[in-house]
């Protein structure tokens, strides 16, 4: 498996290979601003002493920190000081996570259960370090016939071992908070919650508010933000923003103009647009269409 030491590359070999990628990162990475993208990511500190900031909550680092980001969160890295800040970063597309797991197993756990004590941070002791490393060497030295089968057989391991540790370090409020979620969330319920991801997918250019959205399917506006935290793990309004922004990248990226993405892709207001972009793409529109895609 290739090992990137930038992670723009990084995360635009999952999008194309819709598996994963990682990267190991030393002092000649810059510093990204706040971002939003289509994967998932893991993010192992080595060296600690930065903050990160995740949806705009600031976390500490310390030597052994991991962080798991969902695909709805904006985030970035607070200044590094590029002679101490050591990390590796792997990046997994939903999709090939999701044909991984199994009923019994959800390997994505990591990424959507934030209760109300636990969140996107847990600290790994030396053993759990030194374990978490050798799946990474496992991953990086296989070569030749058969290099695909041992790469994912390695990215099992680690993401089942990942997952455990997770579980594990909940509390039991937060345990109990998220099988009650879990439970609430029958068939029915997850019919219910793809019909409304449908919906909001085929309409990103049109009106999504949550009383909309509520109205469209019959339900109160607080039942509807409970079910939808529940089943995905973020609010409403921040999939909506997240996707709005994506489809946003997609049609500057086609050479759209920046005030037709603006409308496309349903933002009304032109100056919200361009906060929302800047914020979570790191550039503005208009500087990210003159990149030429």
Same mark, same amino acid.
């Given at each position: 498996?290739?090992?990137y030491?930038?992670c723009?590359?990084? *995360?635009?070999?999952?999008?194309d ?8 990162l ?11 993208h ?5 993010y192992?500190?080595i060296?600690g ?9 600031s976390?500490e ?10 695909? /709805?969160? /904006?985030?970035c890295?607070?200044e ?8 590796? *970063? ?6 090939y996570l ?11 756990n990591?990424?959507t259960c934030?209760?109300? /004590?636990?969140?996107? %941070? ?12 050798y799946?990474?060497?496992?991953? /990086? ?25 997770f579980l594990?370090?909940?509390d ?9 979620g ?12 793809n ?7 085929? !309409?990103?250019?049109?009106e999504?508010?949550?009383?909309h959205?509520?109205? %469209? ?5 607080s ?11 973020t609010?409403? !309004?921040r ?7 994506s489809?946003?990248r ?7 103009? *920046? ?10 207001d ?10 979570? *793409?790191?550039?503005s ?6 990149y030429?895609?």
């Amino acid at each position: 498996m290739f090992i990137y030491n930038s992670c723009k590359p990084t *995360v635009q070999s999952c999008l194309d290979t819709q598996t994963f990628s990682m990267a190991r990162l030393f002092n000649d990475e810059r510093t990204m601003s706040s971002h939003i993208h289509e994967c998932y990511e893991i993010y192992f500190s080595i060296s600690g002493g930065k903050q990160f900031l995740i949806d705009g909550q600031s976390y500490e680092f310390a030597p052994g920190d991991i962080f798991f980001i969902n695909q /709805s969160e /904006s985030h970035c890295l607070s200044e590094v000081d590029p002679q101490t800040h050591e990390r590796i *970063v792997l990046f997994i597309h939903p999709e090939y996570l999701k044909r991984l797991s199994t009923q019994k197993t959800d390997l994505s756990n990591c990424f959507t259960c934030r209760g109300t /004590s636990f969140g996107h %941070r847990i600290g790994l002791s030396e053993e759990e370090q030194g374990r978490f490393t050798y799946y990474m060497y496992k991953m /990086s030295e296989s070569k030749g016939f058969g290099q695909d089968i041992m790469d994912q057989a390695a990215f099992l391991e680690l993401m089942t071992f990942l997952n455990r540790i997770f579980l594990a370090r909940c509390d039991r409020e937060t345990a109990l908070e998220m099988d009650s979620g879990k439970q609430s969330l029958n068939q029915s319920h997850y019919a219910l919650i793809n019909s409304i991801l449908s919906y909001i997918h085929q !309409n990103l250019s049109e009106e999504l508010t949550i009383q909309h959205l509520a109205g %469209r399917f019959y339900l109160s506006n607080s039942y509807l933000c409970k079910l939808f935290k529940d089943a995905t793990g973020t609010t409403i !309004n921040r999939y909506i923003v997240a996707k709005r922004i994506s489809l946003a990248r997609d049609l500057l990226a086609e050479g759209c103009s *920046v005030a037709d993405a603006c409308r496309l892709c349903g933002f009304k207001d032109y100056s919200n647009f361009l906060k929302a972009f800047t914020k979570a *793409v790191g550039v503005s529109p208009k500087k990210y269409a003159s990149y030429g895609h």
